[in-house]
C-alpha cells in the first residue's frame, strides 16, 4: 500500500468513528419547536415556550428539547424546518398558521418525523394539527366588554383577516351584543403578529375613533400599553399582560399548551402518536382567563364565570343562533349552532362588526 | 367623536410617528452631504435603541439613555467609517452589512431585556399653556426628544447653509478632491459627519423604545431607516423637506389606521401599502427632473476619496 492512501484512510477512520460516537451520543430523543417570534414577547410565542420547557421537565433526560424563534413565515421557516428534520428531531412543533406549506413539505421528504402544525389545516400521515379554541375565551370576555364600555365602541387590533381571527371577532361581538344591543366593534388590520409600534398605532386610531375598550389578536403588549396610558380598557392576548397595564388590563386571555405539548411528546416516545387534529378550548384547559380586574364590578364578573363555566360543560356555545351576518343574511338560526367546519372556514362578519372584512 | 375633536390626537399620534424619522434623516443627510452613503441606518438605529432601552431600564436615568443610544449608533457609524473611509470598502455593501450586523447585534444584548416594560419619556406639562384647547397639547405637551428634533432640524440647517464649517462640509461632499487641495482633511471630517449621522440614527432609534412604544422587541424599527433613506432623496438634501417627508410618511400611516377604525371601506392591505406608495409615487416625480437631482445631491455621495498624492 502506497503512502497516498493514507489521506482517504484517516478519512474514513474519522468518519466512521464520529458514526459511532455520534450514535452513542443520541440516546436521547429530539423534539423541536420553530417559533415565528421571539420567546420574549410575552404573548403567543411565550406560552408555546413554556409548554416546551414543561415536556423538558416531564421527560428530563430522556428528551431533549430545542427551538429556534423569530423564524419569518416563507422560504427561511422551510430551511429551519429541514434542518431540523435532518438534525435527527423525532417531533416538530411548528407554531404559525404561515408554517403550514413549509411543514407539509419537509414532512413529505422526511416520512419518519412527526410533525404538529399549530393553527392549520392540513394533515398527513405524519403532519397533525391543533389549535385552541381562543374564540370561548374571546366570548367570555365579550360579555364583560359588553357590560363595561361606555362609548358603546369597541375596538379590535386585528392582525390577518384568516379564519381564527375573524372568529374571535365574531364571538366576541355576539357575545357583547348580547349583553349591550347597542355595541359596535371597529377593527383595524396591521398585517403583521408582531410589530409593536405598528400595533400601538392601531390601538391609538381605534381609542381616537371612540373605542373604550381594546382587543387584540396581535403578539406584542403594545396595545395594553397604549390603553393604560390613555385610560381605557384592554384585553391580554395569549398571556396575562398585567406587568404592562396594571390598571386598563380586564383579563387576558391565556393559551396553556403544557397538557397538549406533553401528552404528544408521549404519544411518540411510546410510538402511539397519530396524525389527528386537536381544538381543545376552556374544558380542556388549553383556553385559561387570567385574574379579573378588581375594578370589574361583582354582577359583571358573576356573568363572566356562569359564561365560562356554561362553555366548559357544553350549556353555552358561543355560535349559537339566531344571530345575522354583517350583510343581513341569517348567520344561524335559532336553534341552531354554527359547525366546526364552517368555522375553520369562516371568512364573514357578523352583524355588529363595521367595516369590510379584506378578502 | 364629533366635529375636530378628534383631529389633535390624530396630530399628536402624527408627530410621534415621525419623530424618528427625524432624527434618522437629519443625521443622514449630514453624513450624505459630506459624501459618503450610509445604509446602515436601520442597525443604527435599533443598536440605539436598545443601547438606550437598557440604560433606561437599569439606570431610570433617561437623560443618560438618550446619551448612551447615541453613543451606540456614534460607535457603530465609526466602524463604518473605518471601513470605508480609511480602508476604501465599498460604501454601499458596508452600509448594508451594519444594517444586518446592527439587527443581529441588537437583538442579541436585548434578549434579556425583551418583555419588561419600561416608563414612556415623560411628557412637557406647562400648567397653563398644555391646557390651551387644541394647540396646547400639541405646542406644549410633546416629550423632550420631540422639541429637540425641531431644534436639529433648524440647527442643522443653519449650520450647514450659514457657517462656513458647514460650507466646508458640504465642499466636501460636492468635490473632495478640491476641497483636498485646499487642504481640508476630507477623510477627518467625513469621520464626523459619519458619527454626528450615526448619532442622530441612535437617538431616532431610542425614541422608538423610550417613548413611542416604551419596551424593547427585536427589529422594532420595522423598516424605518429604510424609509429616512428615502426621505432624504425625496427632499433633495434640504433638511427642512426632510421634515416635511417625515411627516407625511408619518400623517399617511396614521390616517390610514384611523380609517380602517372609522370603517372606510377600502381594503385594509391597500390602505397599508400607501405611505410607502406615496413615497415612490414623490421619488418618481422628483427624479424625473434630473437636473434637479444633479443641482442638490452631493456629487461625490458614494464616491471613494482617494488623496491624489
Given at each position: 500500500m502506497s503512502l497516498k492512501y493514507i489521506p482517504t484512510l484517516l478519512g474514513a477512520v474519522a468518519v466512521a468513528g464520529s458514526m459511532l460516537l455520534g450514535s452513542a451520543a443520541s440516546a436521547e430523543d429530539k423534539v423541536g419547536f420553530v417559533y415565528v417570534g421571539p420567546v420574549g414577547d410575552h404573548g403567543w410565542t411565550y406560552r408555546h415556550d413554556l409548554g416546551r420547557q414543561a415536556v423538558q421537565n416531564a421527560f428530563g433526560d430522556k428528551v431533549k428539547t430545542t427551538f429556534v424563534e423569530s423564524v419569518k413565515e416563507g422560504p427561511d421557516s422551510e430551511r429551519v424546518i429541514r434542518q431540523m428534520a435532518a438534525d435527527g428531531h423525532k417531533l416538530i412543533f411548528t407554531t404559525s398558521f404561515g408554517f403550514m406549506n413549509p411543514t407539509l413539505k419537509v414532512a413529505k421528504q422526511f416520512p419518519g418525523v412527526k410533525f404538529e402544525h399549530a393553527t392549520g389545516y392540513k394533515r398527513t400521515d405524519n403532519v397533525g394539527t391543533y389549535s385552541a379554541r381562543f374564540y370561548e375565551g374571546r366570548y367570555v370576555v365579550g360579555k364583560i366588554a359588553g357590560k363595561m364600555t361606555k362609548s358603546n365602541v369597541i375596538g379590535y387590533v386585528g392582525s390577518f383577516p384568516i379564519p381564527e381571527v375573524v372568529r374571535g371577532i365574531n364571538a366576541m361581538t355576539l357575545a357583547a351584543k348580547s349583553v349591550n344591543p347597542d355595541v359596535t366593534v371597529k377593527v383595524a388590520w396591521v398585517?403583521?403578529?408582531?410589530?409593536p409600534g405598528k400595533e400601538g398605532d392601531a390601538a391609538k386610531a381605534l381609542i381616537d375613533q371612540g373605542a373604550d375598550i381594546i382587543f387584540q389578536h396581535t403578539d406584542s403588549p403594545a396595545p395594553l400599553q397604549v390603553a393604560e396610558g390613555r385610560g381605557v380598557w384592554a384585553v391580554g392576548q395569549a398571556s396575562d399582560m398585567t406587568k404592562f397595564a396594571p390598571k386598563a388590563q380586564l383579563t387576558a386571555i391565556i393559551d396553556d399548551w403544557d397538557g397538549y405539548y406533553v401528552a404528544r411528546t408521549k404519544a411518540v416516545l411510546d410510538g402511539s402518536w397519530k396524525s389527528d387534529d386537536t381544538w381543545g378550548g376552556l374544558k380542556s384547559g388549553m383556553v385559561a382567563l387570567a385574574d379579573y380586574n378588581s375594578a370589574i364590578p361583582a354582577d359583571v364578573v358573576k356573568l363572566a364565570e356562569e359564561t365560562r363555566k356554561g362553555i366548559e360543560d357544553g350549556t353555552i356555545n358561543p355560535f349559537a343562533g339566531p344571530f345575522n351576518k354583517q350583510d343581513g343574511s341569517v348567520g344561524a338560526a335559532a336553534g341552531s349552532a354554527l359547525d366546526d367546519g364552517t368555522l375553520l372556514g369562516m371568512n364573514w362578519y357578523v352583524e355588529g362588526v363595521e367595516g369590510q372584512l379584506p378578502q | 367623536m364629533s366635529g375636530f375633536e378628534w383631529i389633535v390626537p390624530v396630530i399628536l399620534t402624527v408627530i410621534t410617528a415621525a419623530t424618528p424619522l427625524v432624527f434618522a434623516g437629519i443625521g443622514e443627510l449630514v453624513t450624505e452631504k459630506s459624501g459618503v452613503l450610509n445604509l446602515g441606518v436601520e442597525g443604527m438605529m435599533l443598536m440605539g435603541a436598545v443601547a438606550g432601552f437598557v440604560t433606561a431600564t437599569v439606570t431610570g436615568n433617561y437623560f443618560l439613555a438618550v446619551l448612551v443610544a447615541a453613543f451606540a449608533g456614534a460607535v457603530m457609524a465609526f466602524l463604518f467609517g473605518i471601513l470605508t473611509l480609511s480602508l476604501m470598502a465599498n460604501q454601499v455593501a458596508t452600509g448594508l452589512a451594519l444594517t444586518l450586523f446592527g439587527v443581529g447585534l441588537s437583538a442579541l444584548m436585548g434578549q434579556s431585556f425583551v418583555g419588561e416594560p419600561v416608563d414612556p419619556l415623560s411628557k412637557l406639562n406647562i400648567a397653563g399653556l398644555s391646557d390651551i384647547p387644541f394647540v396646547g397639547p400639541i405646542l406644549f405637551g410633546q416629550d423632550g426628544l420631540v422639541y429637540l428634533s425641531f431644534v436639529l432640524v433648524a440647527g442643522v440647517s443653519w449650520f450647514l447653509y450659514k457657517t462656513k464649517a458647514g460650507l466646508i462640509l458640504r465642499a466636501v461632499g460636492d468635490s473632495h478632491d478640491a476641497a483636498h487641495s485646499i487642504g481640508y482633511s476630507v477623510i477627518g471630517i467625513r469621520y464626523l459627519a459619519v458619527m454626528f449621522g450615526g448619532a442622530m440614527s441612535g437617538i431616532g432609534g431610542a425614541y422608538l423604545s423610550l417613548a413611542y412604544t416604551p419596551m424593547w422587541a427585536e427589529n422594532m424599527t420595522a423598516g424605518r431607516g429604510w424609509i429616512a433613506l428615502a426621505l432624504i432623496v425625496f427632499a433633495t438634501w434640504k433638511p427642512g423637506l426632510v421634515m416635511v417627508g417625515a411627516y407625511m410618511f408619518g400623517g399617511i400611516t396614521i390616517l390610514q389606521l384611523h380609517a380602517q377604525a372609522a370603517g372606510l371601506s377600502v381594503p385594509s392591505q391597500v390602505l397599508s401599502m400607501l405611505p410607502y406608495l406615496a413615497t415612490i409615487i414623490v421619488l418618481v416625480m422628483i427624479s424625473k427632473d434630473q437636473s434637479r437631482i444633479r443641482k442638490h445631491a452631493p456629487a461625490c455621495i458614494g464616491k471613494i476619496f482617494h488623496p491624489a498624492a
Open positions: 398585517s403583521t403578529w408582531y410589530d | -
